[in-house]
């Protein structure tokens, strides 16, 4: 969340709020305070990563080592100076803050565009005022950080809640973050990382008292404060009117405060002089002009409640609000230590050191080569449009937001009658009151024809449980929310929308989420009358994201049996590991390969099945593609941060740049599957600092491109190019099994692209779309739109498009003379 206008005013109107701090001094203060208890730092991650990310390079898809030193150095700072760090991330997106994440998914589609354009236009890298994190840095931090042995957590529900939560309940030393909302939660100090500096600990603390002093207001005051300003919960312009009446009336304009500043103070004033005056004896809705607002009002200001806290203008509940629990993850309730204050005599909580209920194998420092162990994931709910295999005539099931009123696009699924998921048991629930809207009803079904309805597991199962603690300790991806929601999220990844020769990854690596989906939903046959659905809120060149889409599994099997969950996450037999392995390699379609991809040593063994994957699915791609991220992962193996850091490509080529994101979401994607499976292969095996570095990788794309032999690719290291050829067998060998031959751009046709236009190019859902388990380039039969591929031959119905792929389409185009 973000209270509209706060940051700016807090800076040019309100700065003696603002007050530099060493933190350090503040530790050792907290030590002699509380004698016997660490002083821990609860920290904001997602406020972090711009921040943390240091490396000049961004565009060529991340400088993975150079960012793994940049994270060790920020934890040795603090670990050095005695300072506890507890590290938390977005788990989920809430129901009612999908709307803002659209909204800040369309705006990084249009920052996205200048970006290709700008590289396009100069043939270099944009500076920084257009900086766009590379993708997947979120989920590869929480891999890092507990490589570098930090505790770290991936949140249930907003992750600015828990982390205020934490502060609060565990007598945290600060909140490490940069966010206004840490302003209006009443917890622990707040500590803005963007004024950090790490060689000093030095940094600005954000008063919440002063602040309050300022607007001549109580802490219990800011949470009513925030939700007529605006935030993620409130939109804007709900009390814009009522905003601008306090202005009008405001006799105390600032002329340093500019509009927005005098807004806020005249807001404030209003609180001050009028809400308070009636307080407990009008209700809340008899002052303010909430009309149909209402419920969102009463839940804006509820969100802001810890546990334990109460708020003085929720007193007295409209008639038909409910309260329930809000959901905090239950590690972070458990019974810890009590620090016992000297002064007060008072006890408070001191941390915890939540432990995990399993072991799993983890990644490793890159240049320390220590292992460690790990978890993560997100969460969410709304309408969409759907994906089926039509050889399988399955029909699929959803959810539906019931404060939304979207329109979905569903693809001929008849009934399913299934269960929403319940709460994830009472032992779970905090004690912060949330108050949901009255007039909205919890409905088991859409209005629809036909009727969908979410499938989603018994939130008592054993394995559910399993996979919340895998989530929660940051240990897996996006496994428990497809298992308790079926609603997944992907944001924005660097792709020219312009290009129509390559997919977006959405549809690239579709088919694998689709097999994981089947893994984790089960309870389900092809042929089968209804069957699970997942909704997708998937980031792609025109996807609109007014709905998600809906998404059914492949089924997988692995030796004629349906892999179970049971087996592969609870049994210790030595025998399942092997078992794993086959269920993972399922899931990309490489069974076949086993023994082949065995044979390869770690850590190229995961981003050879990546290679496999990926040039089965895109015969756009060509032999040099091959041959540049072969390249590039065998001479990163000899060089430190220091020597990658220097490197300079002669330009930066947008095609590179594309090709670079679309391998570190795979990455992502051997994340989820990894976990999905049981953790088969250590996470080390495809960490992005041990295979993978943009900049290098576009020296060896451009270098391949020119025509330079293999032994210029391989810095003349005679000792890998035994490697190089072994493994580029290993990924020629398995594509051929599909029909799919590697050749030299030299091959192609000079008028031929290899694609009939680009997925998701339209705006709008028109036609049946599905994917093929078990055979190649399911991708182009997928996506909302027109179906690249597809044409209506003679004899044909014109609802029942012939899909050719791009072999066909390129026979096709040649056939008819381009």
Not at 431 to 441: G, N, R
Request: glycine share 6%.
């Amino acid at each position: 969340m973000g209270v509209r206008g706060l940051q700016g005013f807090v800076g040019s109107t309100c700065p003696h709020i603002c007050t530099v701090v060493n933190i350090q001094e503040l530790a050792e203060n907290h030590r002699t305070k509380y004698p016997g208890c660490t002083p821990t730092i609860v920290v904001d991650a997602m406020c972090c990563l711009r921040y943390w990310y240091t490396p000049e390079s961004w565009i060529c898809g991340g400088q993975w080592r150079e960012y793994f030193s940049a994270l060790r150095d920020f934890v040795t700072a603090f670990t050095s100076a005695g300072i506890k760090l507890i590290f938390f991330f977005d788990g989920m997106v809430e129901p009612g803050k999908r709307d803002e994440w659209v909204k800040r998914r369309l705006k990084n589609n249009r920052e996205i565009s200048k970006i290709f354009h700008y590289i396009k236009s100069k043939r270099e890298q944009p500076g920084r005022n257009m900086f766009f994190i590379p993708s997947g840095l979120a989920i590869f931090t929480r891999f890092a950080l507990k490589s570098l042995g930090q505790e770290t957590f991936c949140s249930l529900q907003e992750a600015d809640y828990e982390v205020a939560s934490y502060g609060l309940l565990h007598n945290c030393l600060g909140i490490l973050g940069e966010d206004t909302d840490y302003l209006i939660y009443d917890t622990c100090p707040y500590f803005s990382i963007g004024d950090l500096c790490l060689e000093t600990l030095e940094t600005v603390m954000l008063c919440r008292e002063k602040l309050c002093e300022s607007l001549g207001l109580h802490v219990a005051d800011l949470p009513l404060l925030a939700c007529l300003l605006g935030n993620d919960i409130t939109p804007e312009g709900m009390f814009e009117s009522f905003r601008y009446k306090c202005l009008s009336s405001y006799a105390s304009v600032k002329e340093n405060a500019g509009k927005k500043g005098n807004i806020i103070l005249a807001v404030s004033d209003y609180i001050s002089r009028v809400l308070h005056l009636y307080q407990g004896e009008k209700k809340i809705e008899d002052m303010l002009p909430l009309g149909p607002n209402k419920a969102l009002f009463y839940k804006g200001v509820a969100a802001y409640l810890l546990p334990g806290q109460t708020s003085p203008w929720l007193v007295q509940k409209p008639k038909g609000i409910i309260t329930e629990k809000q959901v905090v993850s239950p590690e972070l309730k458990q019974e810890v230590p009590m620090c016992l204050d000297p002064e007060s005599k008072q006890e408070v909580p001191a941390r915890t050191n939540p432990e995990s209920m399993q072991e799993v194998p983890m990644c490793t420092d890159p240049e320390s080569n220590q292992e460690a162990s790990m978890c993560t994931d997100p969460e969410s709910k709304q309408e969409a449009s759907m994906y089926t295999d039509p050889e399988s005539n399955q029909e699929a099931s959803m959810c539906t937001d019931p404060e939304s009123k979207q329109e979905v696009s569903i693809y001929t699924y008849p009934e399913v009658k299934q269960k929403l998921p319940s709460e994830t048991g009472a032992e779970y629930n905090s004690e912060v009151l949330m108050c949901t809207p009255p007039e909205v009803k919890q409905e088991d079904a859409m209005d629809m024809e036909p009727e969908i309805k979410q499938v989603t597991m018994d939130s008592d199962s054993e394995i559910l449980k399993v996979a919340r603690m895998h989530h929660v300790h940051s240990e897996s991806y996006l496994v428990y929310n497809i298992m308790s929601t079926g609603e997944i999220e992907c944001s924005n990844t660097l792709e020219d929308e312009l290009d129509q020769a390559l997919p977006s990854q959405a549809f690239i690596y579709r088919p694998v989420r689709q097999r994981v989906y089947a893994l984790l939903l089960g309870d389900w046959k092809d042929g089968a009358r209804s069957g699970p659905v997942v909704k997708e809120w998937f980031v792609y060149p025109g996807n609109s994201l007014k709905h998600p889409d809906l998404v059914r599994p492949l089924q997988v099997t692995v030796q004629g049996r349906k892999p179970s969950l049971e087996v592969l996450w609870l049994s210790q037999e030595p025998a399942v590991q092997a078992r794993r392995l086959d269920t993972l390699l399922a899931c990309f379609n490489l069974s076949s390969s086993r023994e082949d991809l065995q044979a390869v040593e770690s850590p190229l063994r995961a981003l050879c099945c990546l290679l496999i994957y990926i040039f089965v699915q895109v015969d756009t791609l060509s032999l040099e593609d091959l041959h540049a991220f072969i390249a590039q992962a065998l001479c990163l193996q000899g060089k430190s941060s220091s020597q990658l850091m220097h490197l300079e490509p002669d330009y930066i080529n947008s095609r590179a740049v594309q090709l670079g994101s679309l391998l570190v979401r795979g990455l992502t994607m051997l994340v989820l599957v990894n976990s999905a499976c049981g953790f088969p292969w250590t996470t080390s095996e495809f960490m992005p600092w041990n295979v993978f570095d943009g900049k290098l990788f576009h020296q060896k794309y451009l270098q391949s491109e020119k025509g330079y032999a293999v032994e210029v690719l391989l810095e003349q290291n005679r000792s890998w190019l035994t490697k190089f050829h072994n493994l580029k067998a290993v990924v020629c060998k398995a594509c051929s099994k599909e029909n799919r031959r590697i050749v030299g751009r030299t091959h192609w046709s000079s008028h031929c692209t290899g694609r009939l236009g680009r997925q998701g190019s339209s705006s709008h859902r028109t036609g049946s779309t599905h994917g093929h388990p078990g055979h190649g380039q399911p991708w182009r039969d997928q996506g909302p739109g027109d179906c690249p591929g597809s044409l209506s031959l003679p004899g044909c119905s014109t609802n029942q498009p012939v899909y050719l792929g791009l072999h066909g389409a390129r026979i096709l185009c040649f056939l008819v003379g381009g």
